[in-house]
């Protein structure tokens, strides 16, 4: 199993490589494909001045799944792309699974650079062949456990799975995942789809380890979801930002980071709660992939290298979310 922080983290724990054949079965089947040989590329972050120039003359770099209301991402876009003159950035948010999906899918019209996946999915990632390997300047900060060791992902940051409740529509406010047995809770507890999505994955991972399961018994999170399902407190319409402000969504299980975040940027319309289940949760990391096939394969290396550089993991902690690498310095007027 991954030791997430190299010491125990009690009831909150990190999912490791054995579960992850089940994110695979969300992937569709594709055939073992020839995959064309990849253009002479940086591997690594050792030239950094030719590496920003290519980026600086592609202008360009396209995103899967790394939309600006997520763990601080609009601040370090825009850092990003001021720090390297990098005029144009664009993003189109989805899963895990669609990410990779897509990567392989569009591969002889590639669009998308680069994507941020959850962890259990890496192994899926890797099997298809749709990854560029590239080492970052601070490679060698990061855990083993954390990355590839040819270069194909890289652990950038981690959260722990939360209750959120929007308490002008939600009384009592839960504490537990026993609680959301609860009647009062019917048709109100919301989460993203565990077939496609890293953050719906890790709620049955947690319950698992609220219900007496681990890491590689999951069963009773697959059961403690067909309960809550059968009790109809189950609303299956997954979780989003425009949703919780509409009311549409008033209790989720997602990332601390991404639930105080969506907190602070809805300040005075929503409020919103984040609470850490009383009875057991799971740590989750996500991890930077570049596309074999990227349009813009100097600025999605670059990229990576930023958000692994120390400035790049303080943005990320601005943002709640945890970073890889222990020896960065967060600022005290960040700090949880």
Do not use: C
Request: a negative charge; glycine letters at 10%.
């Amino acid at each position: 199993m991954i030791n997430l922080l190299q010491r125990s983290l009690d009831r909150r724990r990190v999912l490791g490589g054995s579960l992850a054949a089940g994110a695979a079965l969300a992937l569709p089947s594709f055939r073992n494909l020839g995959y064309a040989q990849e253009a002479e590329l940086p591997g690594d972050a050792s030239d950094m001045e030719a590496l920003i120039a290519g980026a600086q003359a592609e202008n360009k770099i396209v995103s899967y799944g790394m939309p600006r209301e997520w763990a601080n991402l609009g601040e370090i876009w825009d850092t990003f792309q001021a720090k390297y003159g990098i005029e144009t950035w664009e993003d189109t948010d989805m899963g895990s699974a669609t990410e990779i999906a897509k990567f392989l899918a569009e591969k002889e019209n590639p669009v998308a650079d680069i994507g941020d996946i959850g962890i259990l999915f890496a192994p899926s990632a890797v099997q298809f062949g749709v990854l560029a390997p590239f080492k970052n300047d601070t490679w060698d900060e990061i855990p083993d456990w954390a990355k590839h060791p040819d270069g194909l992902w890289a652990t950038q940051y981690y959260g722990t799975l939360s209750l959120w409740i929007n308490t002008d529509l939600v009384d009592p406010v839960p504490t537990s995942w026993a609680d959301l047995l609860k009647p009062e809770y019917k048709g109100l507890v919301t989460i993203d789809d565990p077939r496609t999505a890293a953050q719906g994955n890790f709620a049955v991972i947690g319950a698992a380890f609220a219900n007496g399961g681990n890491e590689k018994d999951v069963q009773p999170g697959l059961d403690y979801f067909r309960q809550l399902n059968d009790s109809g407190n189950l609303n299956p319409t997954g979780l989003d930002i425009a949703k919780i402000q509409k009311g549409e969504v008033a209790l989720g299980i997602g990332w601390d980071y991404l639930g105080l975040g969506w907190r602070d940027q809805l300040a005075g319309q929503v409020n919103l709660d984040v609470v850490i289940p009383s009875d057991g949760t799971t740590v989750g990391p996500y991890v930077s992939i570049v596309n074999k096939w990227a349009p813009h394969p100097f600025a999605a290396r670059l990229m990576r290298n930023f958000i692994l550089s120390p400035e790049g993991q303080v943005l990320y902690a601005k943002g709640y979310a945890t970073p890889i690498l222990s020896s960065v310095e967060i600022p005290e007027e960040i700090q949880a």
